[in-house]
Each structure stands twice: as C-alpha cells, then as structure tokens.
Antibody, heavy 121, light 106 residues
Framework: QLQLQESGPRLVKPSETLSLTCSVS??????????WGWIRQPPGKGLEWIGN???????NYNPSLKSRVTISADTSRNEFSLKLTSVTAADTAMYYC?????????????WGQGTMVTVSS | SYVLTQPPSVSVAPGQTARITCGGN??????VHWYQQKPGQAPVLVVY???DRPSGIPERFSGSDSGNTATLTISRVEAGDEADYYC?????????FGGGTKLTVL
C-alpha cells in the first residue's frame, strides 16, 4: 500500500528557506501515471495547493507562490521535495504531500499525514 | 483565477441528508472532487470525478455537478460524518480548493 511521509524542520526563521521532503513507500514515484504534489493549510484555515511535479521533472506551481517555490524529485531515493524561499509568518501551516493522477480529471487520492511548520524568530 | 465558493457551515440532524455546495463559474463543465477532513487528520478523498466513490467510502456519499454548482450529498448522516469538507477542481493548469464547509451533526 502506497504511503507518503513528510519530513523536515518544524521551525523556520523569517526570510529563510523552508525545506520539506516527502518519502514515498509501497510504490515508485518514477512512474508515468501520477503527479506528486504539495498542499498546505494554515492553522484554522482551508487547503491551498502549492504545486506538483511529474517524474520527468515537469512542474506546475500555484501562481501566487510561483516566485518562491521549487519542487524537485529524487527518483533514486523515491522522494520529492519542496523549497519555499523568503518565508514569513503567513507561511506557517500544515504541509501535506499527496499523489495525484495525470489529468485534470484526477484527484489527490493518497495523502501524507502532514507536518506542521512554524515560521518564527 | 478560478474561485470555488463553499458555505462556511452546514448543520444537520442524525439520519437526515446533508447537502454541501461548491459554487464556481460553469463548474458543471469541470470535474469536481470532494475531500473530508476530520480534526487533526489529513484530508481523505470521498468523491471523485463528480460522482464516483473510492473503495471504502460508504454509498451514503454522492456527488453531482451542474451549471454553476457542484453538490456533495451525504445521506443518513451519522455523528462520524462531522468534519470539514472541501471541493477541488483543476483549472488552467492549477489545482484549486474551495474554502471548506464545516458539517455539524446536531
């Protein structure tokens, strides 16, 4: 059974870079069948899509975050990563990684448990 | 950008039917997915492709999509259905979520 697990620092200072990794077990990210995505949720608020990556390295990002976001994949380690630069308190959130089908008709069908990241000095 | 509008809250008595709406411009032409999120947990897919259910999701959960409104319908509501529900579509290369609806079971 496919499982996703987020990891990374729980506390990041303002203006620094948030870095998270999603480790995938029970299946390979090196597949032509899926995108791998990041979604976040500020405390008490709704879900916000950050971006997706395909196994070939093709990415697409939320336009509102695009200038600060990089998503990459390491197929040899079966994981993909998120970097968000120049963070502020507004980036404090639960960060989820998830699997998504390839087409616009496909949902995020498997999610990690999430990791809470706080931006504070 | 494409905006999805959900009511902040919906309340229903046990055994009744809950309907949670998701408004968007011509959303009937898009494919809508619905997620359930209980406190302290990750979202779980409950309806995809407008009206299909993943394995393990009760038949009480159903979806429809027409015009400018998509609807998640939960029949015979149980206490365990109390959660936040989010709609999601793909539009112009971006995934978009509605603001979420808190379902309260009275």
């Amino acid at each position: 059974q496919l499982q996703l697990q987020e990891s990374g620092p729980r506390l990041v200072k303002p203006s620094e870079t948030l870095s998270l990794t999603c480790s995938v077990s029970g299946g390979s990210i090196n597949t032509m069948a899926y995108f791998w995505g990041w979604i976040r949720q500020p405390p008490g608020k709704g879900l916000e899509w950050i971006g997706n990556i395909y196994q070939s390295g093709i990415t697409n990002y939320n336009p509102s975050l695009k200038s600060r976001v990089t998503i990459s994949a390491d197929t040899s380690r079966n994981e993909f990563s998120l970097k968000l630069t120049s963070v502020t308190a507004a980036d404090t959130a639960m960060y989820y990684c998830a699997r998504r089908g390839l087409t616009g008709y496909d949902p995020f069908d498997i999610w990690g448990q999430g990791t809470m990241v706080t931006v504070s000095s | 950008s494409y905006v999805l509008t959900q009511p902040p809250s919906v309340s229903v008595a046990p055994g009744q039917t809950a309907r949670i709406t998701c408004g968007g411009n011509n959303i009937g032409s898009k494919t809508v997915h619905w997620y359930q999120q209980k406190p302290g947990q990750a979202p779980v897919l409950v309806v995809y492709g407008n009206s299909d259910r993943p394995s393990g999701i009760p038949e009480r959960f159903s979806g429809s999509d027409s015009g400018n409104t998509a609807t998640l319908t939960i029949s015979r509501v149980e206490a365990g259905d109390e959660a936040d529900y989010y709609c999601q579509v793909w539009d112009s290369g971006s995934d978009r979520f509605g603001g979420g609806t808190k379902l309260t079971v009275l």
